[in-house]
Each structure stands twice: as C-alpha cells, then as structure tokens.
C-alpha cells in the first residue's frame, strides 16, 4: 500500500513539474484593423452598384491595379508588428470573399496561412468587414453578421457589424466585434441618427454580455465614421476614457491614450478625424499586463497635401484620379500583453473536469 502511495505520489509531483515547465510563457496578441478604400474585384457583379469598378467603368479599374492594390495590402501588413504577422486583422470595403482569397492566397502572406471569416452585407455597393487570424493564436468558436434594420434606413441599408467569439491561445475567450459604420455622405449632422442606430444595437449586444459575466473580455473595433467624443460613442455606446478608475463591465476607448504623431486616421478638407478606433472592456485593461494602441503611419502610406498642409494618407483614388496608393485610411493596431495561466488554475480546472 505505501508502494502505491509513494508511486502516486511522485507521479503527481511529476504531473506538476510538467505543468509548470510546459506552461505557455506571456505572449503579445496583435490585431490591426483598416479601412482598405474600396477592395474590389474588377467583375461587375448584377447585384451591387459596383459599375465603377470595372474596366470599362469611372474608375477603370483593372486585374493589374487589383494586384497592386493587394500587394500594397500585404507589404503592410506584414510590417505592421516590426515584421511579425498580426495574429488578427479586421478589414472593411471588401467587396467579397474572393478578394479575401486573392490575398491571403496569391500574395506573399499565403505563407502564413491566414483564415477568413466573412458574411455578404447588405450595403448596395456590396462592400463588406471581415477578420483575417492566424490559427496558432486564436480559435473562432461561433461567428455571425449583426444586421442593422433595413426599416431604421428607409432604403439606405448599411454594412453589417462581424461577431466573432474565440479562444486566444487556447486560454482567454474573448468577444470581437467589428464595425463600418454609415458614412457622413450627406453630411455629419444629416447622417449622425443613423450612426447611433447601429450604436445602440451594439450597446445591446455588448450588454447581454455584460448580463451572462462582467468579466466578459470584449473588443470593439473598426471604422466608426464618428469620433470618440462623439454622441454615438462616448454616449450612446458609453465608451469611456481610460484616465478614470477602470470597471470590468465598462468600455474604455483606446484611442485617445495612442502614441502616433498624427492627429488621426484619415484627412478630409485639411482636417484629421480619428474614425478608426479600438474600444476595450474593462477586463481587458485589468487581466493584461499591457494594452496599446497606435496608428500605422508609415512613411509610405502618406504624401504631401497639396491642397493644405502637412501630410494625408496616400489613397488609391482622389476622386476618379487613380493614385496608385494604398488607401484613404491609416490602419491601426491593438497590442496587448497576455498572460499565462497559473499551475494552479490549470490544476483545478483539470480536476473539476
């Protein structure tokens, strides 16, 4: 019997001494998102208003400028995390499925074999958000399109919001969603009641997660086409600023804590607006040793403003002009800093099993 017992004993201590060494050290997880101005294949498909991007259409938009189109998306990518691929990407102005492909399989990131998740939207253009991930770091368990009311537009329908549930690392379950809100096209104050439409139906969203855990990890991010003072996020959403005491079911706005040089992510008539954001919950900022944002200003995604002063972003097209640039948007990147689990927490889930 105390065979047995010692016998157990030391395979218990060996069990722990292989928990402890074959724990997973902390690592970072990045995530980029950007707003790719207008990713389209050069068909016409009968379905979407997508004419212009065609040969024979406006903007004479061919398989050679596609290409390069992608080629510029990969080269940033790729430089986006001192030359580490980022684990996650959100996209938004894609047309479809098909040019996800073209890239992440005809560029040089087909190396890193990148997954796709993408839903058609509504938008009549037929532009649609996405979220590219390397399977190494994270695990999608459950993924679906948020429809926006097509009845809170009248006939003005617009991009659905990307819910993607997973495991990063195969630890931390978090929730993501990713966002292209309606344009100011019309104008800021015209358009803003369409833009809190689609807030508030993401406020619910995230409150029904607050409702099952206030520890519930979640991020936000994408094209807002508002800013984070503005109603639609600093109301509507309830986004706060991170330079007050942190809560765990709270939302914390990362953008306004970056440390890029520039005053935004894309210039319109001389002015700079932050459009393109990451919001964090609270447990994101509590559980992990560090959480950042920055925009992606590299030298070559900017040229010299003609018209005002300073720089803008180098875009594809200025109008019906083709530039031969990368987009009318900087991306930007989320950092954080993930740590490990304890032996002991592995220990007892083990045994709870």
């Known amino acids: 019997m105390r065979t047995v017992f010692f016998l157990s004993a030391c395979l218990f201590i ?5 928990k402890i060494t074959g724990q997973g ?8 998102f950007w707003n790719v101005e207008n990713l389209f294949d050069p068909f016409d498909d009968s379905l979407t208003m997508d004419d212009e991007f065609t040969p024979e259409g406006m903007k004479h938009w061919t398989w050679t400028k596609f290409e390069r189109k992608l080629n510029h998306l990969y080269k940033v990518i790729t430089m986006a995390d001192e030359w580490n691929p980022p684990d996650i990407i959100g996209l938004c102005e894609v ?3 098909f040019v996800l492909r073209q890239m992440v399989e005809n560029t040089p990131l087909s190396k890193y074999d990148y997954r796709i998740i993408h839903y058609d939207s509504p938008d009549p253009r037929g532009i649609d958000v996405s979220m590219l991930y ?17 009845t809170k537009y009248a006939d003005d329908s617009t991009r659905d919001i990307l819910y993607v549930k997973g495991l990063i690392k195969e630890m931390d379950t978090v929730h993501m969603f990713i966002n292209h809100w309606p344009s100011r096209y019309q104008g800021e104050m015209e358009s803003t009641y369409k833009r809190n439409i689609v807030a508030e139906l993401l406020k619910q969203r995230v409150d029904s997660l607050f409702r099952l855990d206030l520890r519930n990890r979640i991020i936000i991010f994408g094209d807002f086409n508002d800013e984070p003072e503005d109603i639609s996020i600093s109301e ?29 992510t894309q210039k319109y008539q001389g002015k700079w607006f932050f459009f393109d954001q990451f919001i964090v919950s609270g447990n994101i900022l509590l559980s ?4 950042s944002m920055n925009v992606l200003d ?3 995604l900017l040229e010299e403003d003609e018209s005002f002063t300073g720089l803008k972003p180098f875009r594809t097209y200025n109008g019906y002009q083709y530039r031969g640039g990368f987009s009318d948007h900087l ?14 927490e592995i220990k007892e889930d083990h045994r709870d099993d």
């Open 14 to 18: 060996i069990c722990i001494n292989i």
């Open 134 to 150: 390397l399977p190494d770091s994270f695990e999608p368990s459950f993924s679906s399109s948020i429809r926006v009311p097509a």
């Open 25 to 32: 050290e902390d690592f970072t997880l990045s995530i980029v």
């Open 95 to 97: 047309e479809n499925r």
């Open 331 to 344: 991306p930007i990147m989320l950092r954080m800093v993930v740590r490990s689990q304890s032996t002991t």
């Open 288 to 291: 992990y040793d560090s959480c």
């Open 298 to 300: 590299f030298d070559f």
């Open 236 to 264: 509507v959403l309830a986004v706060k600023s991170v330079n007050g005491g942190i809560e765990n079911d709270k939302l914390y706005n990362m953008a306004v804590t970056g440390n890029s040089l520039l005053p935004g």
